[in-house]
């Protein structure tokens, strides 16, 4: 059984780099077909899921157009891990923030296929 956990500070200061990353386990990072993906999901105060990027099978990263400009996902399939970095971020980013894979990512800011997820961790933006 797939399991992922998020990791990193729970606590940023405004204008500074928020950096997350996701461990994989009970199973590889990647898998034989072209369908997996990860994705970076955060959840504010009384808001609702807010989809942030994607990397897919072949590495390549698609972004939420509101966040594309500060948003950086990345993956190191030999360790497992994929990563997030959200640069200059305010309290707006306070959130938490989860971890995602699709076992069926056909494009797109999606929520269909996810198969598994992380139990997120909250990250508050605060000086």
């Known amino acids: 059984q797939v399991q992922l956990q998020e990791s990193g500070p729970g606590l940023v200061k405004p204008s500074q780099m928020l950096s997350l990353t996701c461990s994989v386990s009970?199973?590889?990072?990647?898998?034989?077909?072209?369908?997996?993906?990860y994705t970076w999901i955060r959840q504010s105060p009384g808001k609702g899921l807010e989809w942030m990027g994607v990397i897919r099978y072949d590495g390549y990263a698609n972004y939420s157009p509101s966040l594309e400009s500060r948003t950086s996902i990345s993956w190191d399939t030999s360790k497992n891990l994929v990563s997030l970095q959200l640069s200059s971020v305010t309290p707006e980013d306070t959130a938490v923030y989860y971890c995602?894979?699709?076992?069926?990512?056909?494009?797109?800011?999606?929520?269909?296929?996810?198969?598994?997820w992380g139990k997120g961790i909250l990250v508050t933006v605060s000086s």
């Open positions: 009970g199973g590889s990072i990647t898998t034989s077909d072209n369908y997996y993906a």
């Open positions: 995602a894979r699709y076992s069926d990512y056909r494009g797109g800011a999606s929520y269909y296929g996810l198969a598994y």
